[in-house]
Nanobody, 123 residues
Framework: QVQLVQSGGGLVQAGGSLRLSCAAS????????MAWFRQAPGKEREFVAV????????LYADSVKGRFTISRDNAKITVYLQMNSVKPEDTAVYYC????????????????WGTGTQVTVSS
């Protein structure tokens, strides 16, 4: 039933690194734009990063530019989020999402979602 399966997450100290993974259940997703969103307690869901099916178009939220890197491996139908130099404000539940269209930072445009994984950054 679940089409996007997430892994990774956990507890990490400020300044450290963490990598999140999101594997799609169907090969069809190799042609989809894949994105990461996050939601902290008491806050709205916010955009983190997205790339298109070829990896040629990438967008990042200003808050993570220079620290996070999004990538994909279409052979494995998997998207990754490499998180470096993490900060306490990065603490949130991270969700991967997919859409068969162009890259976008609007969560409402993504019909496919993972179940989320908790990332906690300690100070």
């Amino acid at each position: 039933q679940v089409q996007l399966v997430q892994s990774g997450g956990g507890l990490v100290q400020a300044g450290g690194s963490l990598r999140l993974s999101c594997a799609a259940s169907r090969r069809t997703f190799s042609s989809a734009a894949m994105a990461w969103f996050r939601q902290a307690p008491g806050k709205e869901r916010e955009f983190v990063a997205v790339l298109d099916y070829s990896g040629g178009s990438i967008l990042y939220a200003d808050s993570v530019k220079g620290r996070f890197t999004i990538s994909r491996d279409n052979a494995k139908i998997t998207v990754y989020l490499q998180m470096n130099s993490v900060k306490p404000e990065d603490t949130a539940v991270y969700y991967c999402a997919a859409r068969f269209g162009t890259t976008s930072d609007k969560s409402s445009l993504y019909p496919y979602w993972g179940t989320g994984t908790q990332v906690t950054v300690s100070s």
